[in-house]
């Protein structure tokens, strides 16, 4: 391999590993790789090296997309961040490095904040442990379908994992993550209330959770397969299909 080219693979994190995941892409983008944050694109290149199921499949990432989720999500040292691009680069790659499907994902992905994109994250996470534990097949890809289907969440908990519900639900639905959501309190009795949180998934929302763990191929299968917990990122224990179950568990955890 050429000097020029040695060097850049040094330049990144994971040394020539990396050249697995990027493929010709990386001696492509080289220069303006090398202008980016380094803390925060090491995270970012790092969390799509992990994505990748076999690093030696021989497939390259798209330039197109590599290109923009670098510029976006390098300038940021936000594991979640970090997870989402991550994911989204790793999706990218194809035999031929020509599927820039993907694409969608990067602006969707830049116009939201660290805290909505984690508010993401654990509505989806939950929903996905949710569906597979019931063994009951839910099509992910019928909208009239996912509308019926509620997760309710104590508020309580969420707000302890720092994300800003009464805000950021109204932020994913503008942009189509979630189709329906609520915030209130319920009262239990005289001298008890609970502060709850439910949403309705799209079909887009499940989307964007699937190319996040590099598992676009496999997005039906959401109610099926657990696509797993990123490290390091707090999730809630409570969650439930109805208030009544939700206000039993609470009630059972003492929130």
């Given at each position: ?185 319920h009262k239990i009795d005289h001298t008890r209330s609970l502060a709850y949180a439910y949403f309705t998934p799209t079909t887009f929302g499940i989307f964007l959770y699937a ?45």
């Open positions: 391999m050429a000097e020029d080219e040695k060097r850049i693979a040094i330049a990144v994190p994971g040394e020539w590993a990396l050249q697995k995941v990027f493929g010709p892409a990386l001696t492509e983008i080289g220069e303006d790789l090398k202008k980016l944050y380094a803390k925060g694109r090491g995270k970012l290149v790092a969390a799509a090296y992990r994505k990748v199921p076999d690093q030696d499949d021989g497939k390259r990432a798209n330039l197109r997309v590599t290109r923009d989720v670098l510029w976006n999500g390098a300038f940021t040292e936000d594991e979640i961040c970090a997870e989402y691009f991550g994911g989204i680069l790793a999706s990218s790659r194809s035999s031929d490095g020509k599927d820039d499907d993907a694409i969608q994902f990067v602006d969707v992905i830049k116009s939201l904040s660290s805290k909505q994109l984690r508010l993401h994250y654990t509505l989806y996470n939950s929903l996905n442990k949710f569906f597979v534990a019931a063994h009951q097949p839910v099509n992910v890809g019928q909208s009239t379908v996912l509308h019926t289907k509620k997760l309710w969440f104590a508020a309580a908990e969420l707000v302890r994992l720092g994300l800003h519900i009464e805000t950021d639900l109204n932020i994913l639905h503008r942009n189509g993550l979630v189709s329906e959501y609520q915030t209130d309190n190319a996040a763990h590099n598992k676009l191929e496999v997005w039906r299968f959401f109610d099926r397969i657990d696509f797993g917990d990123f490290s390091d990122i707090a999730l809630p224990a409570i969650y439930a299909a109805t208030l009544d179950e939700l206000v039993a568990v609470a009630l059972q955890a003492k929130l």
